[in-house]
């Protein structure tokens, strides 16, 4: 399995911006689709993005479209998400988590929590209205 540690969380104000980083240990983290995932108090935990084990395919929520980034640097086994223009309604705990499987070769992207195997422990971000 490959071991998944989350940073950058924090609170800020509407507007503002923060960027999580994602760091991975473990197995060849860079085979793998990276998705970035968030849940709210009293709801479930919903899709925010993802990005395919080379860098050069992502997949966004519609919620976050345009606002969010995520991209990744596999020498450093790391992988960010950076959000602009937050609004109260992005504040969640957000994670990352690795694919089951690695995907070496193949532009795959997944969206569903089912797809993803490794998760890390979760970074707050509080966005002040």
């Known amino acids: 399995q490959v071991q998944l540690v989350e940073s950058g969380g924090g609170l800020v104000q509407a507007g503002g911006s923060l960027q999580l980083s994602c760091t991975a240990s473990?197995?060849?983290?860079?085979?793998?689709?990276t998705g970035w995932f968030r849940q709210a108090p009293g709801k479930e935990r919903e899709f925010v993005a993802a990005i395919s084990w080379d860098g050069l395919s992502t997949s966004y929520a519609d919620s976050v479209k345009g606002r969010f980034t995520t991209s990744r640097v596999n020498a450093k086994n790391t992988v960010f998400l950076k959000m602009n223009s937050l609004k109260f309604e992005d504040t969640a705990v957000y994670y990352c988590?690795?694919?089951?499987?690695?995907?070496?070769?193949?532009?795959?992207?997944?969206?569903?929590?089912?797809?993803?195997?490794?998760w890390g422990q979760g970074t707050q971000v509080t966005v002040s209205s």
């Open positions: 473990g197995r060849t983290f860079s085979s793998y689709v």
């Open positions: 988590a690795a694919s089951k499987s690695d995907w070496y070769g193949w532009e795959k992207l997944f969206t569903k929590a089912a797809d993803f195997g490794s």
